[in-house]
């Protein structure tokens, strides 16, 4: 019976995507070397484990919507799952790489989100959970499916910069939000009875009266 084992080699910019997506170099291997794996159907979850680095004081200012006050990330800082990704591994023996596509995303909606544009550098630390299907050969040449064991895992440091990065080639100096339909709504007649060109005049002259009316 197959035992496959996981390791995550590298990561990078998969080019040309109309979402942001990242792939992750695996590379998996399999005892006994001599059997054939015909294919795998290999899913994985990746979490964040925010607890193994430091943060620095523009971080932690940042993350505060996440986390709440440094004071209280004892109790508040805990590993998140940031998603779930699959992909099939073609036919080998003993041993292979593949790419994991991995697709991100800029909505402040999400803790995932909030997380990665709060740091500044370094790396994220990641977690890769994985589990799947394996479609083998066995001594006689009969084609056997075997589970992949949970206790399968990988670790990962990955560039904040590598996310900054990927984030700036589709969303270049621009960043997005989800409002309810009805405050939305509500600025939009306020930028239409103003006379205002565009959305970010619009939270400029807000902010600005915000802040004059707390001097």
Known sequence: MPDLDFRVDDAAITPWTIAPQVAFRIHVGNTPAEEIIHSVSLNCQIRLE????????????????????????????????????????????????????????????????????GLSEGEVPLDFLFSGSVFYEDANGSMQVAPISWTKEARFRLPVKLWQDLMEIH?????????????????????????????????????QAHAEAHV
Do not use: S
């Open 171 to 207: 969303y270049p100096n621009a960043a997005w939000f989800q409002l309810r339909r009805d405050v939305f709504d509500r600025l939009y007649r306020y930028k239409v009875e103003h006379g205002i060109p565009t959305w970010e005049q619009a939270l400029e002259r807000l902010l």
């Open 50 to 117: 925010v607890t193994r680095r430091q943060y620095a004081a523009d971080e932690k200012a940042k993350l505060g919507d996440l986390f709440g006050d440094p004071e209280r990330w004892g109790r508040t800082l805990r590993p998140m799952l940031w998603t779930l990704a699959t992909v099939v591994v073609p036919r080998f023996t003993a041993e292979t790489t593949i790419d994991l596509p991995v697709a991100c995303t800029f909505d402040f909606n999400l803790a995932a989100t909030k997380f990665f544009y």
